[in-house]
C-alpha cells in the first residue's frame, strides 16, 4: 500500500516557468489538499477537492491552480513560478475532514525558484 | 487574526518535564480538532484527535474549550524524542467539506 505519492521530490525552477507537482493516493480517500510549508509559518492550505470533479481554495490559492478528475489524482499546477513560491509543497488525503481519520501526507516536494 | 494561531516557541525543557502547549481558533464553528506532529523536513503525522470530553494517550493529554476557543496539549514526563514541531489543526466547514486549517507550530526541545 503506496498511501500517498508525490512527485518529484525535488525541483529547481527558473522565474516564469511552469511545472505541475504529482500527487496519487491508493486509499480511495475522497477529500485530498495541497499544503505549503515556509520557515516559522507552518502549512498553509492551497487548494483542496472534496472529490473528483470539485476543487476549492484555501488560504493560499494565489498563483496555483488544481483539478480532479479522478479520485486518485490531484496534480498542482504553477502557471509561471515566482521566487516566493520557493517552498516545502505538502500532498496530503483523508477519507473527510469530519470522518476522525488522519490526514495522510505525502514525502513532500522540495521545490526553489530562482 | 490568523484562524488558528500557536506560540511558535521553542520551548526548552529538561528530561521528565511536564510541557502544556495551547492553539486558539477564530471559527466558533469549528468542527473537529486534531493534534499532529512534525520531525524535521519530515511529513506531519496524527498524534492525537481532540474530542469535547478530553482525551488521553499514554502521556499526552488533549483538551478543548469550545467557549474560549483553544485546545491545548500536555505532555507529561518529556522524553527526548519527544522533541518535535507540534502542530494544531482545526476544521472549518460542515461534515466532509471542511477545510483543515494548521496552526503554525511550537516546536518542543527536550534536553537531557
Known amino acids: 500500500n503506496a498511501g500517498v505519492t508525490q512527485t518529484p521530490k525535488f525541483q529547481v525552477l527558473k522565474t516564469g516557468q511552469s511545472m505541475t507537482l504529482q500527487c496519487a493516493q491508493d486509499?480511495?480517500?475522497?477529500?485530498m489538499s495541497w499544503y505549503r510549508q515556509d520557515p516559522g509559518m507552518g502549512l498553509r492550505l492551497i487548494h483542496y477537492?472534496?472529490?473528483?470533479?470539485?476543487?476549492d481554495q484555501g488560504e493560499v490559492p494565489n498563483g496555483y491552480n488544481v483539478s480532479r478528475s479522478t479520485t486518485e489524482d490531484f496534480p498542482l499546477r504553477l502557471l509561471s513560478a515566482a521566487p516566493s513560491q520557493t517552498s516545502v509543497y505538502f500532498c496530503?488525503?483523508?477519507?473527510?475532514?469530519?470522518?476522525?481519520?488522519?490526514?495522510?501526507f505525502g514525502d513532500g516536494t522540495r521545490l526553489s525558484i530562482l | 487574526r490568523k484562524e488558528v494561531e500557536q506560540d511558535p516557541g521553542p520551548f526548552n525543557v529538561p528530561e521528565g518535564a511536564t510541557v502544556a502547549f495551547n492553539c486558539t481558533y477564530s471559527?466558533?464553528?469549528?468542527?473537529?480538532f486534531f493534534w499532529y506532529r512534525q520531525d524535521c523536513r519530515k511529513e506531519p503525522k496524527l498524534l492525537m484527535s481532540?474530542?469535547?470530553s478530553g482525551n488521553e494517550d499514554g502521556r499526552f493529554t488533549a483538551q478543548l474549550n469550545r467557549a474560549s476557543q483553544y485546545i491545548s496539549l500536555l505532555i507529561r514526563d518529556s522524553k527526548l524524542s519527544d522533541s518535535a514541531t507540534y502542530l494544531c489543526?482545526?476544521?472549518?466547514?460542515?461534515?466532509?467539506?471542511?477545510?483543515?486549517?494548521f496552526g503554525q507550530g511550537t516546536t518542543l526541545q527536550v534536553k537531557p
Open positions: 481532540v474530542y469535547s
Open positions: 477537492s472534496v472529490g473528483a470533479g470539485i476543487t
Open positions: 489543526v482545526v476544521v472549518n466547514g460542515s461534515s466532509n467539506t471542511g477545510k483543515l486549517i
Open positions: 471559527n466558533s464553528a469549528s468542527q473537529s
Open positions: 486509499m480511495n480517500h475522497e477529500y
Open positions: 496530503a488525503s483523508t477519507p473527510g475532514p469530519n470522518s476522525g481519520q488522519p490526514q495522510h
